[in-house]
């Protein structure tokens, strides 16, 4: 069982930033692929970030291409989110997941656990 606790968010300003942090449980090594998913009121959760288990292959989604980067801390089993030009559709509850592969995926399926989940909230 892996545990994960999000950080970082918060309410920002249209055209503002937030660096989303996850750490897992007990800070140690991961060899799973890893991502970020969000999920806006009354809507499905999204796939946003992942990146594989070596920092490899980071994807984002297209709507926050050029804006949002993930990167991997694997030695201590953290991924980080960096928001840029945050737009208030970006508005949501932002979850950290581990992937059963070690690559990362796009579907949420693919994914063994997750957090909590932390908000961020962008006003125009």
């Known amino acids: 069982q892996v545990q994960l606790e999000e950080s970082g968010g918060g309410l920002v300003q249209a055209g503002g930033s937030l660096r989303l942090s996850c750490a897992a449980s007990r800070r140690t090594a991961i060899n799973n692929g890893m991502g970020w998913f969000r999920q806006a009121p009354g809507k499905e959760r999204e796939f946003v970030a992942t990146?594989?288990?070596?920092?490899?292959?980071?994807s984002v989604a297209n709507s926050v291409e050029g804006r949002f980067t993930i990167t991997v801390d694997r030695a201590i089993g953290a991924v980080y989110l960096q928001m840029h030009w945050l737009q208030p559709a970006d508005t949501g509850i932002y979850y950290c997941?581990?992937?059963?592969?070690?690559?990362?995926?796009?579907?949420?399926?693919?994914?063994?656990?997750w957090g909590r989940g932390i908000q961020v909230t962008v006003n125009s």
């Open positions: 990146i594989a288990w070596n920092g490899g292959n980071p």
């Open positions: 997941e581990v992937d059963r592969s070690a690559v990362g995926s796009m579907s949420q399926s693919s994914y063994r656990y």
